[in-house]
């Protein structure tokens, strides 16, 4: 039974769940990001969360109680030298757990798992995350006439591209046969 037990033992034994977490631990150090299902990414942040949290005060004492935890020098390295001085204004929450779907096989409901301060696609702060007001259903109502008049001027705009562009490729081409051409004259010069 599992009274007061409130981690998710993973249907696995006690060796076998330490040794699957110190290994994705491992991974997610490395990689900075690993896709897993989402219970296993669950549990992988309530592992890692306090050892990133130990990697603030990069003593002897922390170092080795983070070492305990996995076993694994090179990521030990890469957690206190790289990873903590990032994590170090944070006040905890250093990963973040995205659901991607489920898995075609088995249907298990498959998360990737990431270190927020090393995602360069998404950040909080971005200017384009933040609505330039409210938010619509519908598109905004406007006249036909406008409608006509801005559809005709854009079809211009991309015909005169087109052409633009095809005068640019034909004097390009004409430059690359230019020095076969002179060589062409100077055998018939002969």
């Given at each position: 039974?599992?009274?007061g037990?409130?981690?998710?033992?993973l249907?696995?034994?006690?060796?076998?769940?330490?040794?699957?977490?110190?290994?994705m631990?491992?991974?997610?150090?490395?990689?900075k990001?690993?896709?897993t299902t989402?219970?296993?990414a669950?549990a992988?942040?309530?592992?890692l969360?306090?050892l990133?949290?130990?990697t603030?005060?990069n003593?002897?004492h922390?170092?080795?109680?983070v070492?305990?935890?996995l076993?694994?020098?090179e990521a030990?390295?890469?957690?206190?030298?790289?990873?903590?001085?990032?994590?170090?204004?944070?006040?905890?929450?250093?990963?973040?757990?995205?659901?991607?779907?489920?898995?075609?096989?088995?249907?298990?409901?498959?998360?990737m798992?990431?270190?927020?301060?090393y995602?360069d696609?998404?950040?909080?702060n971005?200017?384009?995350?933040?609505?330039?007001?409210?938010?619509?259903?519908r598109?905004?109502?406007?006249?036909g006439a406008?409608?006509?008049?801005?559809?005709?001027?854009?079809?211009?705009?991309?015909a005169v591209?087109?052409?633009n562009?095809?005068?640019?490729?034909?004097?390009?081409?004409?430059?690359?046969?230019?020095?076969?051409?002179?060589?062409?004259?100077?055998?018939?010069g002969?």
């Amino acid at each position: 039974m599992r009274h007061g037990k409130k981690f998710n033992h993973l249907k696995r034994k006690a060796g076998h769940r330490k040794a699957l977490l110190r290994n994705m631990s491992i991974a997610l150090i490395q990689h900075k990001r690993i896709n897993t299902t989402l219970a296993k990414a669950k549990a992988l942040r309530i592992y890692l969360e306090p050892l990133v949290t130990k990697t603030k005060s990069n003593t002897t004492h922390s170092r080795r109680v983070v070492f305990s935890y996995l076993q694994d020098k090179e990521a030990i390295k890469e957690l206190f030298d790289e990873i903590g001085p990032n994590v170090a204004s944070r006040p905890g929450g250093y990963l973040r757990i995205i659901k991607t779907g489920f898995r075609k096989s088995d249907g298990a409901e498959m998360a990737m798992i990431e270190f927020v301060d090393y995602n360069d696609v998404y950040s909080p702060n971005d200017d384009s995350s933040q609505g330039g007001g409210r938010r619509r259903r519908r598109r905004k109502k406007s006249s036909g006439a406008e409608n006509t008049a801005a559809e005709a001027t854009t079809a211009t705009e991309t015909a005169v591209e087109e052409t633009n562009d095809e005068a640019a490729t034909d004097s390009a081409q004409d430059e690359a046969d230019a020095p076969e051409q002179k060589e062409e004259d100077k055998k018939d010069g002969e």
